[in-house]
């Protein structure tokens, strides 16, 4: 009886905390979905949100929120997920942040890792929960978030229950976890399309979702896929809305603490709706759970056909999907026949925004009110553990009428616009006394506003680190700011030409000869597509040999995510994969920075440019676990590179640029009934404008890497690049073929490495400089 009881008490502290997280774009919003149950509600500010052009916050606005949900017992995040270039960080975040802090911000949801790094180091007491841009999904990833001081991740999307529920058993970590609204095509954080299309990057929080536009597919050959649809464009990367009220006991059972709803630009009727729907299924599988037991109360366990239509008439898009909780990925969760956000039922949302958005929420208080003869009149209200009371004027002995109980009820209830109202009122007065209303109502507003005070006084901070010791970067550590200053005086002495050291990337085993002979190549990373599971550690162990034989470098490129599948793996073969000799690893994620750190310690780590290094406060925290080399970011353009310290950064100087990474397929889903085959092949993706965007399936990993239409070139700025302090670069080849090959090495010898030939002699073919002479807003 006493291990039951244990257990029991145990379920109950699981239940308490979790948590129903809503979006809010406005505070018309944000009151409604505190009305509606949320307990808690993330939003953006005037700046660093992942949803700029969401209608977000003023600080007026934003310190009166922060307030509002400390009075109903509720918390408040604050998006700042996005990547920071170096004068935002270092002379505009902290002051940004100063004024929540001091409110009682309750967390901070972040991206970057130099903003973690300064809100660890500036904002003690504020907890940080890494956005779901991080693309966490495995116990390593998570592990590295704790011990930098992260208390809760919010993982990717496309996480299964089992992925979710491996992290919740190695990591003490709170997990958030999205449960309603719209999906990504693309893992979050890893999409330059939109970015690299027309300037408007996701990693700014500008995304213009070309996902949402239709493609035609189209074959290795460039012909037309048959799909089954009458049209021959598919919305092919436009996903349904997510929806999975009726998985809350799995999402409770695997772990999940935040339920977040995704929605920050939806109107109020939109997420106070749907946030009602899912406040009502949580309580009543928590409830059937402290009643029975959980075995019981999931068998029980069924939502309404009605409340499932009054989620899809709040709004779907092409129906929903349960996401990928279960499944890996499914032709059945894209809209493939149109994009468009849809809602229904006027009467539906014409009753929520009576219910939620117009009328206001009031804290049941209680109150005793004491009126005695010749001494102050005193007020109590009290909610729940909360007391406060207030002295007013004397009472007097009544010349004429005296007061009536009714009418000093009456007055003391007229709580208004304040956000409480009484449930219970005590009334201690004696007979033939008097004291003017305007006394009373003076009373009961000063009683309120000292209740407001003591609910949200215990959140308030001081500000805890100097703002211009933060600017100067004085906590980055002597050793950072000694090497910081020794590059910044090597550039502006440095004379003449440095040997650039060189390093090509493969995705195809039959590019490594071209390589071999090319004496200005240092180094080749040889990508995990270009093997299987069955032959990695042999034909990897001979790739390496060829490749150490002829005097270069090799490296082992990891998948470009490292899910529960790819762990286990690389977990299980560790000795294997120190046998083939490698002299390091490009990592791509924090979980494999993080596996590589632990397992392989002595190996060279090379961080790839999905590892944001954007200003020195990223760059700095990396540099902690020790990499050999990061590489130049994509989206910086030149000026802010030259301001960027790019000791031991290497730049994509070629390459077919990934503009997305995806669990979905395009092969498998275009084809009619054919799913997935398991052949490796190139799909090609047709836009508006004839451009076609390469597709390539990865099937050990399944993933797909959709690629930009034309390779960027960056070879004619050696010069330019030399004077940043750049001296190692990247050639990336992934699509091209044997001549291709030839045909870019031959390039990057005559204008890059001997300054012969420019490029428009030597080069016909399309070809974009990226984000060098433009960058993103």
């Known amino acids: 009886m006493f291990l039951m009881e244990r257990i029991r008490m145990n379920s109950n502290k699981r239940y308490q905390n979790i948590e129903l997280l809503a979006p809010a774009g406005s505070m018309e919003t944000f009151q409604a979905v505190i009305h509606a149950g949320a307990d808690a ?184 896929v048959k799909t089954g649809k009458k049209e021959r464009d598919l919305y092919i990367l436009s996903p349904k809305d997510l929806c999975t009220v009726s998985m809350i006991p799995e999402l409770i059972e695997n772990g999940v603490d935040s339920f977040k709803i995704e929605g920050r630009m939806k109107q109020p009727e939109y997420a106070a709706g749907v946030v009602s729907v899912y406040r009502k299924y949580i309580d009543y599988y928590i409830n059937a759970c402290l009643r029975t037991d959980e075995v019981t109360a999931k068998k029980d366990f069924k939502v309404t056909k009605e409340d499932i239509q009054h989620l899809y008439d709040f709004g779907n898009r092409s129906g929903f999907t349960d996401g990928y909780y279960k499944r890996h990925n499914g032709r059945e969760m894209i809209t493939l026949d149109k994009p468009s956000h849809t809602k229904g039922n006027e009467a539906l949302w014409e009753e929520i925004k009576e219910q939620y958005v117009r009328s206001e929420k009031k804290e049941k208080i209680n109150g005793i009110l004491r009126l005695k003869k010749d001494c102050p009149a005193k007020l109590e209200v009290a909610l729940n553990d909360i007391r406060t009371s207030v002295d007013g004027d004397v009472v007097q002995a009544a010349l004429k009428q005296p007061l009536a109980e009714e009418k000093v009820a009456a007055s003391i209830k007229k709580t208004g616009n304040t956000p409480y109202e009484f449930a219970e009122l005590d009334i201690d007065m004696d007979d033939d006394i008097f004291l003017p209303v305007q006394a009373l109502n003076v009373l009961r507003r000063n009683a309120l506003e000292r209740l407001s005070e003591a609910l949200t006084a215990p959140m308030r901070r001081r500000e805890a680190s100097h703002k211009t010791e933060m600017a100067a970067g004085e906590t980055s550590g002597e050793e950072w700011q000694k090497e910081t200053v020794s590059v910044k005086k090597e550039r502006k002495t440095e004379k003449g030409s440095v040997t650039p050291y060189l390093s090509v990337s493969i995705e195809n085993r039959s590019c490594i000869t071209l390589l071999l002979d090319a004496s200005y190549v240092d180094a080749i990373y040889l990508d995990s597509s270009c093997y299987t599971r069955e032959n990695l550690f042999t034909a990897l162990k001979e790739d390496v040999s060829r490749i150490h034989s002829a005097g270069k470098k090799a490296y082992y490129i990891m998948p470009a995510v490292f899910r529960l599948s790819a762990l286990s793996f690389y977990e299980r073969n560790l000795s294997g994969m120190k046998q083939t000799g490698v002299d390091g690893f490009v990592v791509k994620s924090y979980d494999e920075l993080a596996f590589i750190r632990q397992n392989l310690s002595d190996m060279d780590v090379i961080l790839d440019h999905n590892l944001y290094t954007w200003n020195s406060y990223a760059k700095k925290q990396f540099w902690d676990r020790k990499p050999v080399r990061d590489t130049v970011p994509l989206e910086l353009n030149r000026k802010e590179l030259q301001e960027r310290d790019n000791t031991h950064s290497e730049m994509f100087l070629y390459g077919n640029l990934p503009l997305m990474v995806s669990a979905q397929c395009v092969h498998a889903n275009a084809g009619v009934d054919r799913g997935c085959d398991k052949m490796r092949t190139v799909t090609y993706l047709k836009d508006r404008y004839g451009k076609y965007f390469p597709v390539k399936n990865n099937c050990t990993e399944c993933y797909n890497t959709i690629y930009n239409t034309a390779p960027l070139i960056l070879f004619p700025y050696r010069k330019e690049l030399e004077k940043m302090g750049i001296h190692a670069y990247r050639i990336s080849f992934t699509t091209e073929q044997g001549p291709q090959v030839k045909q870019i090495l031959h390039l990057y010898e005559k204008i890059f490495l001997n300054g012969e030939k420019s490029l428009q002699e030597l080069y016909t073919g399309e070809y974009t400089g990226g984000h060098y002479k433009r960058g993103v807003e």
């Not at 017992?73 to 002051?95: A, C, H, M, P, Q």
């Open 41 to 224: 509600v993330y939003l953006g500010g005037g700046r660093f949100g992942a949803r700029a052009y969401a209608n977000n916050f003023t600080e007026e606005e934003l310190l009166l929120a922060i307030d509002y949900a400390h009075i109903h017992g509720r918390k408040v995040y604050l998006t700042v997920n996005t990547l920071f270039k170096e004068r935002e960080l270092t002379e505009e975040l902290y002051s940004y942040l100063l004024p929540y802090y001091e409110q009682g911000l309750d967390a901070v949801i972040i991206q970057d890792m130099g903003a973690f790094r300064l809100v660890r180091e500036a904002f003690p007491g504020l907890s940080i929960h890494t956005s779901t841009q991080m693309t966490v999904t495995n116990r390593y990833g998570a592990m590295m978030m704790k011990e930098l001081g992260a208390d809760r991740i919010v993982t990717a999307r496309e996480m299964s229950f089992a992925e979710i529920r491996d992290i919740k058993d190695h990591v003490d970590i709170e997990i958030e976890s999205f449960v309603h609204g719209a999906l990504c095509y693309c893992y979050s954080g890893q999409c330059l399309f939109s970015s690299m299309l027309g300037g408007r990057s996701g990693n700014r929080g500008r995304c213009a979702q070309p996902c949402r536009l239709s493609y035609e597919v189209m074959d290795e050959k460039k012909h037309p």
